[in-house]
């Protein structure tokens, strides 16, 4: 059998009496807690964030599968540059006002071109089921300042020390691991760029936008990671990078490369605002960014070119099954006419009134589920007025086809301290580089499933 039925973690958690459940629910938030895995919401209070007592488990089969998958999509992602540069028509789809497109020169320059990336893709996929190979769907790219490098693999650390026991003796003799840790992700990336440039590794600048003091917070954590694997690594606002003799600095520090929590929007509005950006502009000049400013292009519109017939034979035929097999048919919203669901030529605007059970409108590079607008959940009225928000205002929107988001159940701790089982949405979110893939799940109580919405994390283990 090429998966793990759900019944058999289930049946092994189910002989833990009630107590036994709440001792170590208990010890997974003490150990969340301590570990540093927090959000921190808009008010400015940190809040814990919860992981599952029950993670997913993987078998052989099933890691080597999306493997494939993603770096099959990593490398569609990656035409799309060449694509936007020759063709108006994906010009439209994939837009950059003049102040994002004149940074984007700069990622020309010929030591600007290794594929520099650490992202994710996320989607529906759910390993317990018969199904898992034929029914997931990808559900949008995230290839700049993405989440979970340091909270998925602690979180499998967590419920490996909390339910070790358990896990053993439900797969007796077989090993269990962690499924690829995506800080080792970043190291191999930061390694392999190296390489490329003739460059050592010797220090990291972890950028991030200090303006910002909300969301999840794992670059300290993550820059005390890298310290202990032997990296010199500091957390830095873009606004303290300094070129001292010709040496790239992030404050006193000497560092090699920059990975970034930061969108290139957000570079703009820095330079905006009147700082001067040099030291990030020559970084991003000699290729030292990860993710390079090559992966802006993982705007949600990009499903457009992929589901859309006219631009098949730009990938291969790989790419192209995966393509009708398993990415939602996507369009950026906007007055033209368009191959709907089935192929045929539509009306885009009235297309969308008239099918809002079965669509979802998206802010076209927002992320952490903002903004986004489930057609079923909301009256005819409510969903015009967000459409027509979207053909009229400066925020740009694609439609999608609603996507089916699997559920599961967890034993979780209520307000009380007692315990009691849930049915959560969960959603699946693939970390890439430039050669391996990593995992990590999020649970909510809505079918929008993001940590900013209150969710939490499923941890992935790997059954050898």
């Given at each position: 059998m090429d998966y793990i039925p759900r019944r058999l973690l289930d049946r092994a958690i189910a002989r833990l009496d009630r107590r036994e459940l709440?001792?170590?629910?208990?010890?997974?938030?003490?150990?969340?807690?301590?570990?540093?895995?927090?959000?921190?919401?808009?008010?400015?209070?940190?809040?814990?964030?919860?992981?599952?007592?029950?993670?997913?488990?993987?078998?052989?089969?099933?890691?080597?599968?999306?493997?494939h998958v993603i770096q099959q999509l990593a490398e569609a992602l990656l035409r799309v540059s060449h694509l936007y540069a020759r063709l108006s028509s994906v010009q439209e789809v994939i837009r950059f006002e003049p102040r994002r497109e004149a940074w984007m020169r700069l990622c020309a320059h010929p030591r600007a071109r290794p594929m520099a990336v650490v992202g994710r893709l996320d989607s529906t996929a759910i390993y317990d089921d018969a199904g898992w190979r034929r029914d997931f769907r990808m559900l949008e790219p995230n290839a700049v300042g993405v989440g979970g490098v340091y909270y998925a693999p602690t979180s499998c650390a967590i419920v490996m020390d909390v339910l070790g026991d358990v896990l053993e003796r439900a797969f007796p003799g077989r090993a269990i691991t962690a499924t690829p840790d995506p800080r080792q992700l970043l190291i191999d990336e930061l390694r392999a760029v190296a390489t490329r440039l003739h460059r050592p590794v010797?220090?990291?600048?972890?950028?991030?936008?200090?303006?910002?003091?909300?969301?999840?917070?794992?670059?300290?954590?993550?820059?005390?990671?890298?310290?202990?694997?032997?990296?010199?690594?500091?957390?830095?606002?873009?606004?303290?990078?300094?070129?001292?003799?010709?040496?790239?600095?992030?404050?006193?520090?000497?560092?090699?490369?920059?990975?970034?929590?930061?969108?290139?929007?957000?570079?703009?509005?820095?330079?905006?605002?009147?700082?001067?950006?040099?030291?990030?502009?020559?970084?991003?000049?000699?290729?030292?960014?990860?993710?390079?400013?090559?992966?802006?292009?993982?705007?949600?519109?990009?499903?457009?070119?992929?589901?859309?017939?006219?631009?098949?034979?730009?990938?291969?035929?790989?790419?192209?099954?995966?393509?009708?097999?398993?990415?939602?048919?996507?369009?950026?919203?906007?007055?033209?006419?368009?191959?709907?669901?089935?192929?045929?030529?539509?009306?885009?605007?009235?297309?969308?009134?008239?099918?809002?059970?079965?669509?979802?409108?998206?802010?076209?590079?927002?992320?952490?589920?903002?903004?986004?607008?489930?057609?079923?959940?909301?009256?005819?009225?409510?969903?015009?007025?967000?459409?027509?928000?979207?053909?009229?205002?400066?925020?740009?929107?694609?439609?999608?086809?609603?996507?089916?988001?699997?559920?599961?159940t967890f034993p979780m701790l209520s307000k009380d301290g007692t315990v009691r089982q849930v049915e959560r949405h969960v959603v699946s979110g693939f970390f890439f580089n430039s050669s391996g893939i990593g995992l990590i799940g999020r649970f909510s109580g809505q079918p929008v499933v993001n940590v900013s919405r209150g969710g939490g994390l499923v941890s992935a283990l790997w059954v050898h």
């Amino acid at each position: 059998m090429d998966y793990i039925p759900r019944r058999l973690l289930d049946r092994a958690i189910a002989r833990l009496d009630r107590r036994e459940l709440a001792d170590r629910l208990h010890a997974m938030r003490a150990l969340a807690s301590a570990c540093g895995v927090r959000y921190v919401d808009d008010a400015g209070r940190p809040r814990t964030i919860d992981i599952t007592l029950k993670p997913w488990v993987l078998t052989n089969q099933q890691v080597l599968a999306f493997h494939h998958v993603i770096q099959q999509l990593a490398e569609a992602l990656l035409r799309v540059s060449h694509l936007y540069a020759r063709l108006s028509s994906v010009q439209e789809v994939i837009r950059f006002e003049p102040r994002r497109e004149a940074w984007m020169r700069l990622c020309a320059h010929p030591r600007a071109r290794p594929m520099a990336v650490v992202g994710r893709l996320d989607s529906t996929a759910i390993y317990d089921d018969a199904g898992w190979r034929r029914d997931f769907r990808m559900l949008e790219p995230n290839a700049v300042g993405v989440g979970g490098v340091y909270y998925a693999p602690t979180s499998c650390a967590i419920v490996m020390d909390v339910l070790g026991d358990v896990l053993e003796r439900a797969f007796p003799g077989r090993a269990i691991t962690a499924t690829p840790d995506p800080r080792q992700l970043l190291i191999d990336e930061l390694r392999a760029v190296a390489t490329r440039l003739h460059r050592p590794v010797r220090g990291v600048a972890l950028i991030e936008n200090t303006d910002f003091t909300t969301g999840t917070d794992e670059f300290r954590e993550l820059a005390r990671d890298l310290k202990l694997r032997g990296l010199k690594a500091v957390v830095a606002d873009p606004r303290e990078l300094r070129l001292v003799r010709g040496r790239l600095m992030a404050g006193r520090t000497p560092v090699d490369f920059l990975y970034r929590d930061s969108e290139l929007e957000e570079f703009v509005d820095m330079e905006r605002r009147g700082y001067r950006l040099t030291a990030l502009r020559q970084a991003i000049q000699e290729g030292r960014l990860i993710s390079g400013l090559t992966w802006e292009f993982d705007q949600k519109s990009a499903w457009e070119i992929f589901t859309d017939a006219r631009y098949a034979k730009y990938f291969t035929a790989a790419q192209r099954r995966l393509f009708r097999e398993h990415l939602l048919w996507t369009r950026l919203v906007r007055d033209a006419r368009v191959t709907d669901l089935s192929g045929r030529m539509v009306d885009l605007p009235a297309f969308i009134r008239r099918n809002r059970q079965r669509l979802v409108l998206k802010p076209n590079t927002l992320f952490g589920g903002e903004g986004v607008m489930l057609g079923r959940m909301v009256s005819q009225r409510e969903w015009e007025a967000q459409l027509h928000r979207a053909l009229k205002g400066r925020t740009r929107y694609v439609v999608q086809q609603l996507a089916h988001i699997p559920t599961d159940t967890f034993p979780m701790l209520s307000k009380d301290g007692t315990v009691r089982q849930v049915e959560r949405h969960v959603v699946s979110g693939f970390f890439f580089n430039s050669s391996g893939i990593g995992l990590i799940g999020r649970f909510s109580g809505q079918p929008v499933v993001n940590v900013s919405r209150g969710g939490g994390l499923v941890s992935a283990l790997w059954v050898h």
